[in-house]
């Protein structure tokens, strides 16, 4: 029988405390044991992105990240940055069509909204370096920049 140890996060706003396996992946602890399937797997290597959730306010890719890691951090998926869909970010790419199939969308939000955090009015330069980790097979990624100096804009940073 496999040892589980505790895990205690907090999960958009809510304490949770689970036993997980020491080799649980954080993308599927938020996925498989909480339900928050808005975090897509992509590619398992951190290649893609899709995974991208911020721990502590720092975006990471959660494909590669043990849960055991986030242990005492507190966790923002895209469910907790915008539940209802209205963040301005979930809005400016439905705007400026940053999406079309919608699979990296949600990485690519955590991904724009870190960036945001430490830099509210960046130039396209600085957009398309924080997303340089995001792949997007559908868009072309302009749409997705326009979307997020948009959202910059629109918050009055």
Do not use: W
């Given at each position: ?17 689970e036993m997980v396996s020491a080799r649980l992946l954080l ?131």
């Amino acid at each position: 029988m496999e040892k589980l140890y505790p895990l205690s996060l907090a999960v958009n706003g809510r304490e949770v405390s689970e036993m997980v396996s020491a080799r649980l992946l954080l993308v599927d602890f938020l996925r498989d044991v909480l339900g928050l399937t808005g975090t897509h797997v992509g590619c398992d290597t951190t290649q893609c992105g899709a995974c991208t959730v911020h721990c502590d306010g720092q975006a990471v890719k959660s494909c590669t990240m043990l849960a055991l890691q986030a242990q005492g951090q507190a966790v923002t998926t895209i469910e907790g940055l915008g539940p209802r869909g209205d963040h301005p970010l979930q809005q400016a790419f439905r705007e400026e069509h940053g999406l079309q199939c919608g699979y990296c969308t949600p990485g690519m939000i955590m991904a724009a909204a870190a960036l945001l955090d430490t830099n509210p009015s960046p130039d396209e330069a600085a957009v398309r370096h924080a997303l340089e980790g995001n792949l997007c097979r559908c868009t072309g990624y302009q749409p997705i920049i326009a979307a997020v100096i948009s959202a910059s804009r629109k918050t009055g940073q």
